[in-house]
């Protein structure tokens, strides 16, 4: 039998860097949300475990990355003997700020907790050493994140619940670690309200890829847009809209030089 699970792309509707710790690693404040698409991941019974990667951003990713990872993992953690064959669709850019890797993990975790048939505890225990964002995307639901963001709160924002989004990136990967390198070490403030909130990490991901800049002002001009923000580290921008047609007519505008996808969030 072949399961499969969605790994929804995640953005932060806000996201500020409040300090850097004496680990190395930065105290936030941010808000997740998932679209209703992303990558797949498919499972079967298998005697090994084992990953194949296919799609349009599938180059290179076979063998050891983060699914696998998750899967070890999860086996170590639940003491469990069997294995898998891994089937990765990739259709989100790698090293864009969508979580695409961490969402593939957290995507492997659930999915192998259902053929594994093991209990979903494992998953649990597993997802933070994967990485800071494997936490919230296990959880995939709108959830403000602290401490390196793998402190959930999971909320409701029935305003953009189901919201047009439009996901926009300028295939241009973009180094989480250069990013938080080039971060000023100001704390401009806490996160109180998303709307009025801001992604600290865009000054330092514009200086490293200019072209967000020409995205976010981009997005902010079309007819319908909201509310438009850098996602995450970056490269990675997205445009909240009023309505499906004026998503889908800036979808449509959308420059051939630039990657795009249309969706909705969760």
Not at 42 to 61: K, M, R
Not at 91 to 105: E, Q, R
Not at 169 to 175: A, D, E, G, H, R
Not at 220 to 226: L, Q
Request: include cysteine.
């Amino acid at each position: 039998m072949r399961y499969s699970e969605p790994a929804p792309a995640k953005i932060n509707l806000a996201l500020h860097v409040r300090r850097r710790r004496e680990d190395g690693r930065h105290d936030l404040e941010t808000l997740f949300a998932f679209c209703t698409d992303g990558d797949l991941l498919h499972a079967e019974p298998a005697d090994d475990l084992t990953l194949h990667v296919q799609g349009p951003f599938s180059s290179g990713l076979d063998g050891d990355n983060l699914v696998m990872a998750a899967a070890e993992a999860l086996q170590r953690a639940s003491g469990y003997g069997s294995a898998a064959k891994l089937t990765l669709e990739k259709k989100l850019p790698v090293a864009s700020g969508l979580g695409g890797g961490s969402a593939d993990a957290a995507a492997a975790l659930r999915l192998l907790t259902r053929l594994w048939n093991v209990d979903p505890h494992f998953a649990q225990q597993v997802a933070p050493g994967l990485g800071a964002d494997v936490p919230a995307c296990l959880l995939s639901l709108t959830a403000r994140g602290e401490g390196v963001g793998d402190q959930l709160t999971p909320i409701v924002l029935p305003d953009i619940s189901g919201a047009p989004v439009l996901l926009v990136n300028p295939l241009k990967p973009l180094s989480t670690a250069a990013v938080f390198g080039a971060w000023d070490g100001q704390d401009r403030g806490p996160l109180d309200h998303w709307r009025e909130g801001r992604n600290d990490l865009e000054a330092p991901a514009r200086n490293i890829v200019p072209e967000i800049g020409e995205l976010l002002a981009w997005l902010a001009s079309r007819d319908g847009a909201d509310l438009a923000r850098m996602s995450g580290s970056g490269a990675s921008c997205f445009a909240l809209f009023e309505s499906e047609a004026a998503r889908d007519a800036a979808a449509t505008a959308c420059p051939d030089k630039w990657w795009h996808l249309a969706s909705h969030l969760r």
